[in-house]
Nanobody
Framework: QVRLEEPGGGLVQPGGSLRLSCVGSGTILSENTMGWYRQGPGKEREMVARIRSGRDPTYGESVMGRFIISRDNAKQTVSLQMNSLIPEDTAVYYC?????????WGKGTLVTLSS
């Protein structure tokens, strides 16, 4: 069983930056994909970024060049550095792990862009 906790959301001004972190408990192997998804108001959940050890990270088109994902396998953490934030980035952000064909989700953390 994997549990994910992702504190760190909040209110940010457009153009600002925010870093989200997610800590996993249970067993998360380096070959398991870790990542972030988000769901904005009235929108479907979408992939933001994901990373698997030994491979290049993958980013959603809307965040490419602005967000950076990283992971620490020893600490079982995955982080998302969000830069140049825009109002369209307002969403609940979910940490995700895929392991042995199963999907594990955090409860989500709200990021709100407002001036």
């Amino acid at each position: 069983q994997v549990r994910l906790e992702e504190p760190g959301g909040g209110l940010v001004q457009p153009g600002g930056s925010l870093r989200l972190s997610c800590v996993g408990s249970g067993t998360i192997l380096s070959e398991n994909t870790m990542g972030w998804y988000r769901q904005g108001p009235g929108k479907e959940r979408e992939m933001v970024a994901r990373i698997r050890s030994g491979r290049d990270p993958t980013y959603g088109e809307s965040v490419m060049g602005r967000f950076i994902i990283s992971r620490d396998n020893a600490k079982q953490t995955v982080s998302l550095q969000m830069n140049s934030l825009i109002p369209e980035d307002t969403a609940v952000y979910y940490c995700h792990v895929r392991r042995c064909g199963m999907n594990y989700w955090g409860k989500g953390t709200l990021v709100t862009l407002s001036s």
